[in-house]
């Protein structure tokens, strides 16, 4: 669970011109909203300082799938159903499992992201080349928090850092993110993942 749980370094907020202005909440909100589908490649640090690589396919609401090192052999994350399963190709044991709503990804996972909802936002600021947006469960906040970083014109989301109950963070960074392809249920179907690897 820790390693799957993702985040970004924290950026330092400098004193702004007009110009460098945050991207408001009402703008982001509207482009998550619209991202239905998405994939491209994603490098994770992790809270130990170890680096990962690998495939990020998404398609909201509620689905994600990160494919490490290229390929089901190596560490394997599906959110779908309302769930989290963590695969290790490495072993025989089922996967780790647990609920979506108890991590801070199901924030941008939602049905309707709505960033201006009371007490979801805590941090939100401009460093004059990106907007960074720390936000919480406002009914959660004990999961933790996920910070995400987008650029602009067009607005697009870059990297987020989660971090956990323990304070733990972990770091995504998107690479060459194509929206709007069409993409099978069988990639975020948890259970066709376990029968298909054969466990009793």
Known sequence: MKRFLLSVALMTATALPAWAQAIPLSQLSAYLNSLQTAEGEFTQINADGSISNGTIYLHRPGRVRFEYGGGDDDLLVIAGGGQVAIFDGRSNSRPEQYPLQRTPLHLILAQNVDLGRSGMVVGHESDGTSTRVVAQDPENPEIGQITLVFTGSPVE??????????????????????????????????????????YE
């Open 157 to 198: 989301l870059r990297q987020w850092v989660i971090t956990d109950e323990t304070g733990s963070e972990t770091t995504v960074i998107l690479r060459g993110l194509e929206t709007g392809g069409r993409m099978g249920a069988r990639l975020f179907n948890i259970p066709q993942e376990i029968a298909s690897r054969g």
